[in-house]
């Protein structure tokens, strides 16, 4: 069975600094990688997602997340942080047919 | 082209009452897939319909929860009788392919007083 860690239920940073939020999957079986996130009030929007070739993946406003298979890691990254960008944020594996798996989310505040 | 809607956006219903939530997925999309996120905890997933049929069912959590798809258009899934702890965000996703990529839409929030 599919798993999926976020070890940081909530980041703060300061506004134009740089951000990591980290996600750890197990697997026995190969996976698709998603990041979604959830601004308030909002529905899940996908950032970016991990399918096949190169292990650097950018999404959308600015976020780039890199596929690490030796560590099973997909860290979500983004270089200068906006008050906008503060939500939550859900690291998610799938299997070619199975249902999504989330992990249980990183609060990110950006401060100003 | 239309994303995934969802209505109500938000439902307030006293312990015991009945709710039915929609689900309109993208045109053309055959698998549909509830998921839930309660309170403090992670979105799990509810049931996964391919077209008109129940393909898993595994994370219903009780009989309480009704799911349909006729005509293998729009889902509804209903509650009945709702439970306090049934509070929280209902999602749903749709996908073309059942290796596709699933796309979500704005979610319903449930409150159960």
């Known amino acids: 069975a599919q798993s999926v860690t976020q070890l940081d239920s909530q980041v703060p940073v300061f506004e134009e600094a740089p951000v990591e939020l980290r996600c750890n999957y197990s697997?026995?079986?190969?996976?698709?990688l998603f990041w979604y996130v959830q601004y308030p009030n909002q529905g899940l929007q996908l950032l970016l997602k991990?399918?096949?070739?190169?292990?650097l993946v950018k999404g959308i406003n600015g976020f780039e997340a890199e596929f690490n298979k030796s560590q099973t890691s997909f860290h979500l990254r983004k270089p200068s942080v906006h008050i906008s960008d503060t939500a939550e944020y859900f690291c998610?594996?799938?299997?070619?047919?199975?249902?999504?798996?989330f992990g249980p989310g990183t609060s990110l505040s950006v401060i100003p | 082209e239309a994303g995934v809607t969802q209505f109500p956006s938000h439902s307030v219903i006293e312990k015991g009452q009945t709710v039915t939530l929609r689900c309109d997925p993208i045109?053309?999309?055959?698998?549909l897939y509830w998921y839930r996120r309660v309170m403090g905890k992670e979105i799990k997933f509810l049931l996964h319909?391919?077209?008109?049929?129940?393909?898993?069912e595994s994370g219903m959590p009780n009989n309480r929860f009704l799911a349909e798809r006729t005509g293998g258009t729009y889902s509804t899934l209903k509650v009945q009788p709702a439970e306090l702890e049934d509070s929280g965000v209902y999602f749903c996703?749709?996908?073309?392919?059942?290796?596709?990529?699933?796309?979500f839409g704005p979610g319903t929030r449930l409150t159960v007083t």
């Open positions: 996703a749709s996908s073309q392919r059942r290796e596709g990529e699933q796309y």
């Open positions: 697997s026995s079986v190969s996976v698709y």
């Open positions: 991990y399918l096949s070739g190169s292990t």
């Open positions: 998610a594996v799938k299997t070619s047919y199975d249902k999504v798996i």
């Open positions: 045109s053309g999309h055959d698998n």
């Open positions: 319909f391919v077209k008109e049929s129940k393909q898993d």
